[in-house]
């Protein structure tokens, strides 16, 4: 579904990744760990098509097509999702309304019609049964006011609403106590089936004990150092991150 | 005998010859300046008795002792009012006109905003067939209207058919003295509307259906006069939604209203006269007075949507005299390019338990200054006079300017007055969090304007509230690169 192929990306003149070498299959969960700096969410944000990013070389394939050139929205259209780090607010406009006009976003950049709002509201509230969420939480200001927990469950509703290919969890687990990180990981998982995929990023292994990874790889200084099984996690969990170094 | 379709219908058809009739006699369009014997001339062309000429000459004399202010926070080249022509005839139908001679742009914002072919041809004065259709809404409305004793009509109707209510009220909230532009529109206002709701009665419509089938342009002096008596209740829309691209560079209305004991007047507008082009050149100078009176238990509501002109300067006030009356005023101003606007409102607090709510949107884009000028004065007298105001700014680029110039004056130790303020920026966050999930840059704009002006989007009546919206988006096209 994924595939990189030597990925180089600076910032402002610095180089981030050096070389990135990532294969995701459909049905797949792949973890990426690092330490801070490591270049975890650059490469997150350069897959969801930031421009503040450049790309000095290398090749992102998904779908069998380069993506490189796609706007964040193309990208988006094509079915790839990122769940924020640090979701952003937006005061007046309702979960209700934002998750509404994203849906139809897409379904007008694939030529089809809008959603009727009756199944639209139904989706929405199937959806939010299945993360449970409370109908008075659909119609508040987006992340506006949101505890860190709401935030991230907020991420997964949209993702749910929005069935993409690829999701990308980006540091999902920060900001969250034990009860949060639970009922996140356990929206993902439901979300989960054979036809998507899931790269979760992280700096702890405890996210990786509720959503469990098929791969995980260890990233260090904009490269891939180690890639393994979950085995690796705990691993990393117990002898840090200096022992890859 | 009962006023029917058809008479309508050929009251319609001795119209179009009247204006067929002013194209032969051209010559009379009076000549540019201003002295007494112009406004003498308005007056007498307008038929007026003998009173409202003598008002109109001691406005002029009140006009010519006055300078233009310049305390706002705008910046233009003063007109020069000697070159005006301060009469015209009513603008004419050419009947060889088709839609195909009106610019393209202009069409097409039409088409965005979704308004009527019939509605277009208007708008550019262009011949309409009589709609059979339009004509019957048209006699429904006068008849629902008359058979409540509402009077809805023209000014210049009015001076003439309802001389005592206009002789009573006008000058009343907003003075000959009052100001520059004030005294300016007193002496030489072309025309406008005036509105009188009995006692008691509940106008059933919203004012502004019938005024945008049946009123035509404007005009560049409008008057406006409204009363509500006592536990009346009325909604008044103003404005259109569509782009009027006058050739008038400046407008100077004067709305009065007057909500007498137990009314209610909710009015609204939205502006989009023509902004200027893109380097900031034309455009309208909007310089509007607009005040109400309330007596004892009654409310004033203003909400407007103000999108165009090149420089604006409008303060839509409240008068709360009688006690217990209540002044809430709710704006959207958007500057975009080279506009700007110095808007906001007085809340004149004069009766006791008197209540006042602003609240104030600005969003300034391009290279525009917007600015919210506001004054909340708490007289010795108004025991437990309430406040609440807030103003918020919102930023798209770093060219443009939002200024705040909240003025509170306060003379009574039981008033509670609350003033919150907030600026912001649209980030290029919130834009790459929209993108990532699809929605791309204009519209997630768009989404982000309309949650920033939703408080007050909500104060409009329902249809106006989408075609606002749609302009909204319109007017900031094009302001993120």
């Not at chain 1, 449970?132 to 006011?145: P, T, V």
């Not at chain 2, 048209?138 to 629902?144: D, E, P, R």
């Not at chain 2, 709510?357 to 525009?368: E, F, R, W």
């Not at chain 2, 920033?452 to 989408?466: I, R």
Request: proline content about 3%; charged content about 25%.
């Amino acid at each position: 579904m994924l595939s990189i192929d030597n990925l180089h990306v600076s910032i402002e003149g610095k180089p981030i990744l050096n070389g990135i070498n990532l294969d995701v299959k459909a049905g797949e969960i792949h973890a990426i760990m690092g330490p801070n700096g490591s270049g975890k969410s650059t490469l997150s944000s350069v897959i969801a098509g930031n421009e503040d990013y450049e790309v000095t070389k290398g090749d992102i394939v998904f779908k069998n097509e380069n993506i490189i050139e796609l706007s964040a929205e193309e990208r988006a259209h094509k079915g790839i999702f990122m769940s924020f780090q640090y979701p952003i607010e937006i005061p007046g406009v309702s979960v209700t309304n934002f998750i509404k006009t994203a849906i139809n976003a897409n379904l007008k950049a694939r030529n089809e019609s809008e959603m009727p709002a009756n199944i639209m509201l139904k989706k929405i509230r199937e959806k939010a049964e299945l993360l449970g969420i409370d109908s008075k939480f659909l119609s508040r200001s987006l992340n506006e006011g949101f505890s860190g927990g709401e935030k991230k469950r907020n991420e997964i509703f949209q993702m749910a609403m929005l069935e993409p290919s690829l999701s990308i969890l980006d540091e999902t687990d920060s900001g969250l106590d034990i009860d949060a990180l639970k009922v996140v990981a356990n929206g993902v998982n439901k979300l989960k089936n054979k036809d998507n995929a899931v790269i979760v990023i992280t700096h702890y292994q405890r996210l990786l004990d509720y959503i469990i990874p098929d791969f995980v790889h260890v990233l260090h200084e904009g490269k891939i150092v180690k890639s393994g099984d979950k085995s690796l996690a705990h691993e990393l969990e117990e002898k840090g991150y200096d022992w890859i170094k | 005998m009962a006023y029917t379709e058809e008479d309508l219908k050929k009251e319609l058809e001795t119209k179009e010859y009247e204006y067929g009739f002013y194209t032969d006699i051209d010559s009379e369009t009076f000549p540019v300046g201003l002295d007494e014997s112009i406004v003498k001339a308005i007056s007498k062309k307008k038929e007026e008795p003998e009173w409202m000429t003598e008002w109109r000459l001691e406005a002029y004399k009140v006009w010519k002792s006055m300078e233009e202010p310049d305390w706002a926070n705008v910046k233009y080249q003063k007109p020069d009012f000697q070159a005006i022509a301060y009469y015209s005839a009513p603008t004419v139908i050419d009947p060889n006109k088709t839609l195909d001679d009106v610019d393209p742009d202009l069409l097409a914002m039409y088409k965005k905003l979704g308004i009527s072919l019939d509605e277009q041809k208007k708008m550019n004065n262009v011949a309409m067939d009589i709609v059979v259709d339009s004509v019957s809404v048209a006699t429904t409305f006068k008849k629902t209207l008359g058979e409540k004793g509402i009077i809805f009509m023209s000014i210049s109707e009015a001076i003439k058919e309802h001389p005592e209510l206009v002789k009573k009220y006008i000058g009343t909230v907003v003075p000959t003295t009052d100001n520059y532009y004030a005294a300016l529109n007193s002496a030489v206002f072309s025309d406008g509307s005036f509105c009188y709701i009995p006692k008691g009665v509940r106008c059933p419509m919203e004012l502004s259906t019938y005024f945008r089938i049946n009123q035509a342009g404007t005009g560049q002096f409008e008057r406006t006069l409204l009363i509500a008596d006592k536990d009346s209740y009325v909604s008044y829309l103003e404005g259109c939604t569509a782009p009027s691209r006058d050739e008038n560079q400046l407008h100077a209305a004067v709305v009065e209203l007057v909500a007498l004991d137990g009314s209610e007047i909710k009015y609204s507008t939205v502006q989009n006269w023509f902004p200027g082009n893109k380097n900031g050149k034309g455009g309208v100078f909007n310089f509007v007075t607009k005040r109400g009176i309330c007596h004892t238990n009654s409310k004033i509501s203003w909400t407007q949507v103000e999108t165009g002109s090149a420089v604006t300067w409008k303060y839509p006030s409240c008068i709360l005299k009688g006690d217990n009356s209540v002044g809430e005023f709710y704006s959207i101003a958007v500057t975009n390019n080279y506009q700007q606007a110095d808007t906001g409102t007085k809340m004149i607090h004069l009766g006791k338990n008197t209540k006042s709510t602003i609240i104030s949107k600005g969003i300034s884009a391009g290279k525009s200054q917007n600015s919210y000028r506001g004054l909340v004065q708490i007289n010795s007298r108004a025991e437990n006079a309430r406040n609440f105001s807030q103003c918020d700014s919102l930023l798209m680029g770093n060219k443009c300017g939002a200024h705040t110039f909240p003025y509170i004056e306060v003379k009574n130790k039981t008033a509670m007055v609350e003033h919150e303020a907030s600026t912001s920026k649209i980030g290029e966050d919130q834009i790459f969090y929209c993108n990532q999930r699809g929605i791309d840059t204009e519209k997630a704009i768009a989404l982000i304007v309309n949650g920033f002006s939703k408080e007050v989007l909500n104060k409009l009546p329902m249809e106006f509230a989408v075609e606002a919206q749609k302009l909204l988006e319109i007017s900031l096209e094009g302001s993120v690169g």
